[in-house]
């Protein structure tokens, strides 16, 4: 009898000692799941959003005269979705475009650094990467005369005519009208642009429903067939929700 109470004693102390064992790997399992390891996982195991990729291959020509036409030519991928939006920027002119390839008109003068971002289609944006081109003022000189008493080609006037709405919601379609005059040639060019959402046409007159939320400085100028700018005159036009 004595035998079998010692086989019953080592029989209840194994299965106590195999019970805290199990404790202590479920316990330790518990905590090594409530800390994420450094892989790129989310809840469940799935394989986090991968950001997008932009690259500016080229922009041609690098430096030009204002008014003359320049072609920027972006690269986007993402490996695990897809590019939803583009941005183009320029730390002089604003928002430039919101396409992957383009050609552009309006650059003014001066040495521009031109940024190009992308986001993709669950909202992870590209790191930003840069580039550069130089605008220069156009040779002909704005007023006064020449050394032999002629006249020299004189700058145009740029004038808004009407802003349907300069208090809307945003989506609301605005239009705009403009005009341009020169005393000693014609117009031929004409710029919009805001101080939030950047270049927004290059037509004397347009329509937009694409204004950010914000109060937006609204600038238009014009330039003649010498390549003469305008003075840049401004209006305000506010896009509120809460309107």
């Known amino acids: 009898m004595k035998y079998v ?4 004693l080592v029989v209840i ?16 399992g518990q905590e090594s799941n409530s800390h994420p390891d450094a892989s790129n ?5 799935a394989t986090a959003n991968q950001p997008p990729q932009a690259r500016i291959i080229s922009i041609s020509p690098n430096e030009a005269t204002q008014g003359d036409t320049v072609s920027f030519k972006g690269q986007a991928t993402d490996a695990d979705g897809t590019v939803k939006t583009y941005f183009w920027q ?23 650094t031109i940024s190009f971002m992308v986001v993709d289609n669950l909202g992870a944006k590209s790191e930003v990467v840069t580039s550069g081109v130089v605008i220069n003022t156009p040779n002909a000189s704005h007023s006064g005369s020449s050394s032999n008493g002629a006249d020299l080609n004189k700058p145009p006037k740029a004038f808004i005519q009407s802003v349907s709405d300069d208090l809307a919601k945003p989506g609301d379609t605005i239009y705009f009208d403009g005009i341009g005059t020169d005393a000693d040639g014609t117009v031929v060019a004409y710029r919009w642009r805001s101080s939030i959402d950047g270049t927004l046409s290059n037509l ?11 109060r937006h400085i609204i600038y238009f100028l014009v330039i003649d067939n010498n390549g003469a700018q ?3 005159i401004q209006y305000q036009v506010d896009i509120n929700a809460r309107r």
């Open 90 to 112: 320029s730390n002089i002119d604003g928002i430039i475009s919101r396409v992957e390839s383009f050609d552009f008109n309006m650059l003014s003068a001066g040495t521009h």
């Open 230 to 232: 305008s003075d840049e």
């Open 13 to 28: 102390l194994v299965g106590s000692l195999s019970l805290s064992s199990c404790r202590l790997a479920y316990r330790a």
């Open 41 to 45: 996982t989310q809840p469940g195991g």
């Open 204 to 214: 004397a007159s347009f329509s937009t429903n694409e204004l950010s939320e914000g």
């Open 5 to 8: 109470y010692l086989a019953l």
